[in-house]
């Protein structure tokens, strides 16, 4: 019911990523379907909170500087999910101060049960927040489910990297 009344106040209303504020379910403050890390930490200090302590990698930044490929990573997050609220940020940090158009990244909030207005957490087969989807040329070349390897970053170099051998 949530989700329809969304759907419908983002046509009629004309929602955008930056004003998608949060809703509440079950007394629950989130952010759902399209958004920007710009919004989340908007509407969510301890996303900032976060944010704030993270020291961007210089060689990742450089790493991320050097894909020429172009991607496109679908990042399904819980704005209530400390797993999303931990690894995201690094992440961030470095796609941000790489600022490489060759990457492109669209973050979708979902509900604690997994569901996004448009569907895609449905049509990706998301279990697990945070996912990284990663596509090239509209297919999905992998993903990084919920905790990293080593970061979220790294392991996005890495998955590059590894899909180009």
């Not at 209530?80 to 690894?87: K, Q």
């Not at 940020?89 to 997994?114: C, E, W």
Request: aromatic content about 10%.
């Amino acid at each position: 019911m949530i989700i329809l009344f969304w759907l419908i106040a983002t046509a009629v209303l004309g929602f955008s990523q930056e004003n998608n504020s949060p809703v509440t379910i079950n007394g629950e403050s989130m952010i759902i379907g399209a958004t920007s890390y710009a919004n989340v930490l908007k509407h969510f200090e301890e996303w900032q909170a976060i944010a704030d302590t993270v020291t961007v990698d210089s060689h990742l930044v450089s790493q991320f500087q050097a894909i020429t490929t172009p991607v496109t990573v679908l990042l399904f997050i819980g704005t209530w999910c400390p797993d999303s609220r931990h690894g995201v940020p690094p992440f961030m940090a470095v796609y941000q101060a790489a600022k490489n158009s060759h990457i492109q990244l669209k973050i979708i909030g979902v509900t604690r049960d997994k569901e996004d207005p448009e569907g895609l957490a449905s049509r990706y087969h998301i279990e697990r927040v945070p996912t990284f989807v990663i596509l090239a040329n509209n297919k999905e070349i992998g993903r990084l489910v919920e905790f990293p390897r080593t970061t979220f970053a790294q392991d996005f170099i890495e998955l590059l990297t590894n899909n180009h051998k």
